[in-house]
């Protein structure tokens, strides 16, 4: 399977994809660790650096733009500093912002990583501030978001929708997107939301999620092999269920049966942020590609293994994926 992997990754290049979803300002604010606080039992740090990086949705599309295709990304922002620093990251990673939706109500979603240098390779994590609301978007909002889609869908070679779960992508919007897809290609990384994108090409989720939904113990490959088959069952999927399961690899289930693609033995892994991002990126552009969906899972799999040795977001180039392919036992 090595030599079809590296001769799919160039085919990776030149498409379009749609992705609509919850998009994420990550904020990084790095510091030494000089000593203990008298307030509390915590580090304090020396201020060294602050970096916007590109989440939720935002993450997707810059993996899809990495590897030399196009992505146009539909989300909800909000009228504020955090909008206008997203907009300018999502400029420098190639993606236009032209399509985010403003809604004055809820703030743009901001994640605050405090990262300490405590003599470390990387920088450690030791507090996350999250500002968002959760609210569903109200039905105005919700309207100019499906009118966007619409607008967008039809140039498009695939869409991809990444749920974080804030509050965007309700049932309703969708069954719209599924709907105005018609033939094209549908991929949705689920965090745990199944009903709703069912009639979807393609759902992924982790272990966890699956374990959560279906109320199961999922322990064994043939644990998971049965999970994936009935959820791929009871959504109707037309092309595949994926569980990923982190150094366990992921389980693929298709109309045909349930197969197990393993994960390369990584090693060094510093920070899983952001992985299963790119994995779903990666299945999108492959399956357009022409790639069968347990190649595409193969080929995610080398991606997020590249992914797991950074901390943060991280897009895999075609290099790094070419390496990681080479590298592996497939």
């Known amino acids: 399977m090595r030599e079809r992997l590296l001769n799919l990754i160039p085919q990776l290049a030149g498409r379009r994809v749609l992705i609509v979803g919850d998009v994420i300002l990550d904020e990084y604010l790095t510091g030494r660790a000089t000593r203990m606080s008298r307030e509390a039992p915590v580090p304090v740090l020396e201020f060294e650096s602050r970096r916007h990086v590109a989440g939720g949705a935002g993450n997707p599309a810059a993996n899809v733009v990495a590897l030399g295709s196009e992505a146009l990304l539909v989300a909800v922002v909000g009228a504020d500093a955090e909008a206008d620093a997203l907009r300018h990251v999502l400029r420098q990673n190639g993606i236009a912002p032209d399509s985010l939706i403003v809604d004055e109500t ?125 959820l791929f069952d009871r959504m109707a999927l037309k092309r595949a269920m994926v569980i990923t399961r982190g150094s366990d690899g992921a389980t693929v289930a298709l109309p045909d049966g349930a197969f197990h693609c393993p994960a390369p033995v990584i090693t060094d892994v510093f920070d899983t942020v952001g992985a299963g991002d790119t994995a779903i990126a990666v299945m999108t552009l492959a399956l357009v590609a022409g790639a069968a969906p347990v190649e595409a899972v193969a080929l995610a799999n080398a991606a997020s293994g590249v992914v797991v040795r950074r901390v943060g977001n991280y897009a895999p180039t075609p290099q790094d994926l070419r390496q990681a392919v080479a590298a592996s036992a497939l």
């Open 106 to 230: 809820r703030p743009t979603t901001l994640k605050t990583r405090l990262m300490a240098h405590m003599g470390l390779r990387f920088p450690q994590q030791v507090a996350r501030l999250d500002r968002l609301s959760r609210a569903a978007l109200s039905p105005e909002v919700e309207k100019r978001v499906g009118e966007q889609i619409a607008v967008l869908l039809p140039q498009m070679d695939a869409v991809l929708v990444s749920d974080y779960r804030s509050g965007m992508l309700s049932p309703a919007l969708v069954r719209l997107i599924r709907d105005l897809a018609g033939d094209k290609l549908t991929t949705a990384d689920s965090q745990g939301e199944f009903d709703k994108y069912a009639g979807f090409g393609v759902v992924k989720c982790n272990a966890d999620e699956a374990r959560d939904h279906l109320r199961r113990d999922l322990r064994s490959d043939a644990d998971f092999a049965e999970g994936a088959q009935l």
